[in-house]
């Protein structure tokens, strides 16, 4: 069964001189143990799409499902890493990362342990004082990593998360998303990533969703067979960037399913 499924979502927003369009028509599912991105050019509804499915929007068309259920609020089910790490500055990392807790109505004796849980395994133990303006931009984002991972989501959601940090400490973190997505006694089932950088999609999703420029379309869906972990330099690698890369620029839709294998070659699946 599908985590999420998203229906023939479209969603629109009037301005004054009529309603713009930012997508149509969008359908793809989320399944168990899915890392799941969405790439697509500037402009095309990622960050929306994610919103909606948050249910912190709703669709103009169509219908988002958790579980089988609409999504018609916010779900307490998912958490959002943001990219400017929308941390509360007169808050400790401590602090910060208990918020969502504190208001899920969690009480103080149960929130300490899972802070601590959580501080531990995104590598900020040592940090539980320090305040947002005294850490570097790699260390507060783990601050929005487990403020979101505490709340133990059943879908991570991540709204280009790595892309305000240097090219040396995003790969760190990237690799860290992976580690803690792939050990079963952590949250989440699954991960949805939004990103404007095709290769790291390729490198941490399983499957990557395409989208048209605005009003955002599904172009196609590229399944990643990679093992892991993915070398970048590898000729399947730049195959895989190359797809999604020349998918985006043409704007044509293809097959859904289209696979590329270790040796390059492209099929449809």
Not at 78 to 107: D, H, I, K, R
Not at 158 to 170: K, N, Q, V, W
Not at 182 to 200: C, F, G, R, T, W
Request: aromatic share 8%.
């Amino acid at each position: 069964m599908a985590l999420i499924r998203v229906e023939h979502v479209d969603k629109s927003f009037p301005t004054r001189h009529g309603s713009i369009s930012i997508m149509q028509d969008i359908t793809f599912d989320v399944k168990d143990s899915d890392f799941l991105a969405i790439v697509g050019p500037s402009g095309c509804g990622k960050s929306t799409l994610l919103r909606l499915i948050q249910g912190l929007d709703r669709p103009t068309a169509g219908q988002i499902l958790f579980r089988d259920q609409p999504v018609n609020s916010v779900s307490k089910q998912m958490a959002m890493v943001f990219q400017s790490f929308a941390l509360f500055p007169w808050l400790t990392v401590s602090q910060n990362v208990a918020f969502g807790l504190e208001a899920l109505g969690w009480s103080a004796d149960r929130i300490h342990p899972q802070v601590e849980r959580y501080i531990e395994v995104t590598g900020l133990d040592g940090f539980q004082e320090a305040y947002p303006r005294e850490l570097s931009g790699g260390m507060r984002q783990r601050v929005g990593l487990a403020r979101a991972l505490a709340v133990e989501p059943a879908v991570l959601l991540m709204d280009e998360p790595f892309s305000a940090l240097d090219p040396l400490t995003a790969e760190s973190l990237r690799d860290e998303v992976l580690q803690l997505w792939q050990d079963p006694s952590l949250p989440p089932e699954a991960v949805l990533l939004v990103s404007h950088n095709i290769e790291e999609a390729i490198e941490l999703a399983d499957r990557v969703i395409v989208l048209s420029r605005r009003p955002g379309r599904v172009l196609a869906e590229v399944t990643v067979d990679l093992p892991r972990p993915r070398d970048r330099k590898s000729t399947a690698f730049y195959e895989f960037t190359d797809r999604v890369y020349s998918l985006i620029t043409e704007g044509r839709p293809s097959l859904a399913g289209t696979e590329l294998p270790a040796n390059g070659d492209a099929r449809a699946g």
